[in-house]
């Protein structure tokens, strides 16, 4: 029952986020042949430079391109935020949950499942954006510029001596992947959990849940503060830091990179915890649909 309700929330965000990522993607090859990436390489400046109307018309083109791209960058992250919002707040706290809470799930699965879905339709619009600003990058330098740097024995040798050197990068990549994951997560339900809890009240329920999001926010930014605070005062801490000194500098900053990673994400899944189970119970227990 999970599967399927993750392949209905799917379906629903899908059809929403796909065409604005055509619209991405045809805009950015748009401006790779005559917006930034014409503006960039001057391609068209020698072929214009005898024709007034003409050069007049592709400084237009180049223009109206360039806004076109960033618009619809900025929509695109927008739109991102309005569809995880607006699915999970029609979806479980407005009139569509009286049907969602009938279904035989238990609430964790509908909150997991719209988690899960937000989360990886956030990942795909960042990932048209890289996508994107590639196209961007081989309308500017040209196709054969891009893939000879990338080919490049003198780059390869560079990351290989770089790699070498730290036995340990393959565990740091799994580490930033996980963190990536988990604090990606923690964002979608520090909303829901905000969410949540403005639903509590009775009236004006989406201005709470702003409240809610923005006390949130600065309770555990005064965590975080006085946490600094506290382990920069235990000698143990202290005398991890002189030893990290004495260590090689690769050594020392793999081995400083695993304790960072490995602390955001110890910290970050106690966040995702709290947020999670949090929302779980208001639901649970006292749910107001009315």
């Keep these: 029952m999970f599967g399927k309700l993750c392949k209905y929330e799917f379906k629903s965000i899908v059809r929403t986020l796909v065409p604005i990522y055509l619209a991405v993607i045809a805009i950015s090859i748009l401006n790779a042949f005559m917006g930034i990436g014409s503006l960039a390489n001057g ?16 400084n237009l083109i180049q223009t109206i391109s360039v806004i076109a791209y960033f618009g619809v960058l900025v929509a695109l992250s927008v739109l991102t935020l309005i569809i995880v919002i607006q699915r999970f707040y029609k979806g479980l706290l407005c009139d569509e949950g009286y049907l969602m809470f009938t279904l035989p799930v238990k609430p964790w699965q ?22 994107s600003i590639f196209i961007l990058v081989l309308g500017s330098v040209g196709p ?26 393959p565990l740091l990549v799994f580490e930033l992947i996980i963190l990536v994951i988990v604090s990606g997560l923690v964002k979608l339900y520090h909303m829901y959990f905000s969410m949540a809890l403005g639903h509590l009240t009775n009236r004006h329920r989406i201005m709470m849940s702003v409240v809610a999001f923005i006390g949130i926010s600065m309770l555990f930014s005064f965590v975080n503060g006085l946490a600094m605070i506290i382990m920069g005062n235990i000698p143990s801490f202290k005398s991890l830091f002189n030893v990290i000194e004495t260590m090689p500098d ?25 947020f999670f189970f949090g929302t779980e119970r208001i639901l649970s227990k006292r749910l107001n649909l009315e």
């Design 43 to 58: 391609y068209y400046d020698g072929l214009m430079s005898g024709l007034s109307f003409g050069r007049g018309l592709l």
């Design 110 to 131: 509908l909150i997991a499942a719209k988690g899960l879905v937000a989360f990886v339709m956030s990942m795909a619009s960042f990932l048209t954006a890289l996508v």
């Design 144 to 169: 054969a510029k891009v893939f000879a740097a990338l080919a490049d024995p003198k780059i390869w040798t560079v990351i290989n001596r770089g790699i070498s050197q730290v036995p340990s990068w």
């Design 250 to 274: 690769t050594q020392g900053i793999a081995f400083a990179m695993h304790l960072a990673f490995i602390g955001s994400i110890v910290y970050s899944a106690i966040q995702l915890a709290i």
